[in-house]
């Protein structure tokens, strides 16, 4: 897996005829962070246009033999081992918290639909969408006097159709790394970024992950500076899926903003998933836009860096890159529901739970009391959770399949010369015929 955030990528290899069976079906509508190949969680470290290139998927396990099993992936299994257990004894129930390393949504939806999946599930907001099609999960009864402890964004990303589906417990997005070093001086705007990057000596101005077949992922905030966006939202910030954003003249703006700073040498196809940390921790690029999951390979080459979040263009809207939410859901056919809820709304919403989670990665809580002790001790913490309140929650809606590999693709063509207004208009085209 490449080190970036949502766990899934544009292509995917090919797999068992049975698993591809159970996962078209379970994937009916399914974005494509979670049919890729990867798992579809925003904080695995690998974007919607990474993931699915992560090799063969591994069948689920089977239900364990207890009273209430959570499905999690290996980090957050182990972080819920102690809180399972304790929840077990304060309720007289055996727990079990098994570990599901790959294509956890898709499995988690199919096994669901067998009747044999698990009581709750640990993953990213954007599986709701899919997973509510599938009927795959409830609504989460979340009293408003505690959805008072959940920053906004955070309850944002886990409300779908006005209900809140799932209790979050972190959060993630992108920001602007800066090797202090070669830029000393703070950017104020996109245009300084580029500038100073260029001025700065370094190999590579910036190092924004794009490659061969693009990434709309860590192209967003750049996309929404210039006036573009996917979907449009209601007055209640709920996703319109017939609104789609993709060849309407802010994207083209957009395109034309990515044309410029590719004439420039700032946006470069060479630079990847699997690169664009390393680069930056090499010295060979001035600025990173990255995610949290890039701080501990920045903070171990002993770099000297500053983080900030990614400015917009000059004259132009803030930049919102992606804010993806981390939650516990309810399976809608699991054994034991009244234990599951009960886990996710007592056990879950603890804040040594929030701690414990935080400690097996470091993402910025979703828990505003946690969340000020973690901003208190770390100031990229801080930041990050700076530049998640400010983002634009990635969409949860089934459609997104439809948009990230089309979208890359666009982005990739573009950087490598391709005519901004007519690859954004066709663009459109394309995935607005595959939403009919």
Not at 47 to 67: F, I, K, L, N, V
Not at 132 to 149: I, K, M, R, W
Not at 167 to 174: D, G, N
Not at 191 to 204: F, K, Q, R
């Amino acid at each position: 897996m490449s080190s970036s955030p949502v766990s899934s990528s544009i292509t995917s290899p090919p797999r068992a005829a049975l698993l591809r069976s159970l996962a078209l079906t379970a994937c009916l509508g399914l974005t494509l962070t979670a049919c890729g190949g990867g798992d579809g969680s925003t904080s695995s470290g690998a974007t919607p246009s990474q993931a699915a290139a992560s090799g063969e998927s591994t069948a689920a396990p089977e239900r364990a033999d207890a009273d209430l099993v959570v499905w999690a992936d290996a980090k957050r299994a182990a972080a819920l081992e102690d809180v399972a257990q304790r929840f077990g004894q304060e309720n007289g129930i055996t727990v079990a918290v098994q570990t599901v390393s790959q294509d956890l949504q898709t499995n988690f939806v199919t096994a669901n639909t067998a009747g044999n999946g698990p009581d709750v599930v640990i993953g990213a907001h954007d599986w709701i969408g899919n997973m509510v099609q599938n009927g795959a999960v409830d609504p989460l009864a979340l009293p408003e006097a505690e959805q008072a402890q959940f920053t906004d964004i955070a309850l944002q990303g886990v409300t779908y159709e006005g209900k809140v589906y799932g209790l979050p417990y972190a959060v993630e997005t992108l920001a602007l790394f800066r090797n202090t070093d070669l830029v000393p001086e703070q950017p104020a705007t996109f245009d300084d970024v580029v500038a100073t990057g260029l001025a700065s000596g370094a190999e590579n101005p910036l190092c924004l992950q794009q490659g061969q077949e693009g990434d709309a992922y860590h192209m967003q905030p750049l996309y929404t500076s210039a006036g573009g966006y996917l979907f449009g939202t209601t007055g209640t910030g709920e996703h319109v899926p017939t609104d789609l954003g993709v060849g309407a003249p802010g994207s083209i703006a957009a395109a034309q903003k990515v044309a410029e700073l590719a004439q420039q040498g700032a946006l470069k196809t060479s630079i990847t998933g699997d690169n664009s940390i390393s680069l930056f921790t090499e010295g060979r690029c001035a600025y990173l836009v990255s995610g949290p999951w890039a701080t501990a390979d920045v903070k171990t080459s002993g770099t000297p860096y500053a983080l900030s979040p990614v400015p917009g263009f000059a004259g132009m809207a803030p930049a919102q890159p992606f804010t993806g939410v981390q939650a516990f859901y309810v399976a809608s056919k699991g054994e034991n529901k009244a234990f599951a809820e009960s886990f996710v709304l007592d056990a879950a919403a603890r804040p040594e739970t929030m701690r414990a989670l935080h400690e097996a990665e470091p993402r910025p809580s979703a828990m505003r009391e946690v969340l000020a002790e973690q901003s208190a001790a770390d100031p990229d913490t801080a930041v990050f959770a700076e530049a998640a309140a400010g983002g634009r929650i990635l969409p949860a809606l089934p459609q997104m399949a439809a948009v990230w590999e089309p979208l890359g693709k666009a982005y990739a063509a573009v950087v490598n010369g391709a005519d901004p207004a007519r690859t954004m208009t066709t663009t459109g085209e394309t995935i607005r015929a595959s939403l009919q």
